[in-house]
C-alpha cells in the first residue's frame, strides 16, 4: 500500500439555511467516550471479504482513530488522531495488517462503501480514494475565508492533511462549491495555530453552499503508526466576523433512538427554528418561530440515521438522531 493520500475531500450532505454557521465542539472538551468527539467522527466498524491465495479472508476494521488527549493548547482535552490497522484473519488468526490513515471530519463514513472495498488489490491505504467514503457536514450557506486550528504533530517522513469542503445540492447530485486544503511535513512539538484559506472553485463564485465538512488527517502518505496528530480550537472566520465553534447546549432530543415520536425540548423560553435532515442531506422535516418543546412523528420515517439541527438566537446546535 504505497500511494500518495491525495483524495480527502468529497464530503455530501444536509441543507440547512441559517445566515450563521456554528460547527459543534470545535474546543474537542466534550466527548462520549474516549474515541467519539461530540459533534465529530473518527470511529466506524467494517468487514471486508479479500480473497488471498485462494482464501476468503475478512478483513477486520474497528476503526477509533481519535483519542482525548489531556494535552490540550486550551481547555482540559483536545483530540489526538492516529494510524489505525486493518487486519486480514484467517480461523481467527491474523494474517496481515494493513495501515489505514487516521480521519476525523465533521460528516459521516460510509460503512456500506467501505465495505466493498477491494483491499486485497491495494498495497497502499493511502492510494484509497477516500471520496465515496466520507458523507455528511454541517450546515453552512456561507464560504468562509479560512478555518483555523491549533495542532501538535509526531511524524515520521509523514504529512498532516487537512481540509475544508463547501458542496451544496444541485439536481439530485453534489457539488463541490469552495474548498481548501493545508498540508505540513514537519514536526510540531508545541501546538501551532494553522490555517486554511477557502476560495471558490472556478465558475462557482458567488454560488450559496448547504454543507460544510472540516477534514483532519494525520498522515498524507505513508500511514507511519507513530504519525500523531493532536487538534484543538477550530474556529471559523467568515469575513470579519469570527464564529468559535460552539458545544452551547440549546436543546435536549429523548428518546434516542426513537421508533414513533421524537421530542425536542429547547433549555430557554427563546423561540427557536428546527431541520431535520436524512444522510443524503434531503430535508425531511422543519418547524419555525417555535416556543417551548415540539414532538416530531418519525413513525414512518425509513430507518437510519437522522441530523435534527436547531437554531435558536446567534446559536446553531446539532445532533445525530437514529429511528429504528
Known sequence: MKKVFTTLFAVLAMTFAFAQVAVPNGGLEEWTDTHTPVGWN??????????YL????????????ATRNATAHSGSYAA???????NATMAGQTIYSINLPGIMHLG?????????????SV????SIDWTQYLTGGIACNQVPSKVTAWV????TEDTLTAGVVLTRWNNGQREVVAEGRYEYDQEISDYMQIEIPVTYKDGMEGVTPDTLNIIFANSGGSTNENTLLSVDDVEIEMGDNIYEVSSLPLFSVRPNPATEMVIL??????????????????????????????QLNVSEFTKGVYFLQMKQGSNVKSEKVIVK
Open 152 to 155: 501538535a504533530y509526531t511524524t
Open 80 to 86: 489526538q488522531i492516529t494510524t489505525q490497522a486493518a
Open 108 to 120: 459521516e463514513f460510509n460503512v456500506d462503501a467501505i465495505s466493498t472495498l477491494d483491499v486485497g
Open 42 to 51: 473518527a470511529t466506524f466498524n467494517a468487514s471486508v471479504p479479500v480473497d
Open 265 to 294: 425540548t429547547p433549555f430557554t423560553d427563546e423561540s427557536y427554528s428546527a431541520r431535520m435532515y436524512d444522510t443524503n442531506g434531503k430535508l425531511v422535516w422543519s418547524a419555525d418561530n417555535v416556543n417551548g418543546e415540539t
Open 54 to 65: 485462494g482464501y476468503t479472508l475478512d478483513v477486520i476494521i474497528n476503526y477509533q482513530a
Open 123 to 126: 498495497t497502499d491505504p493511502s
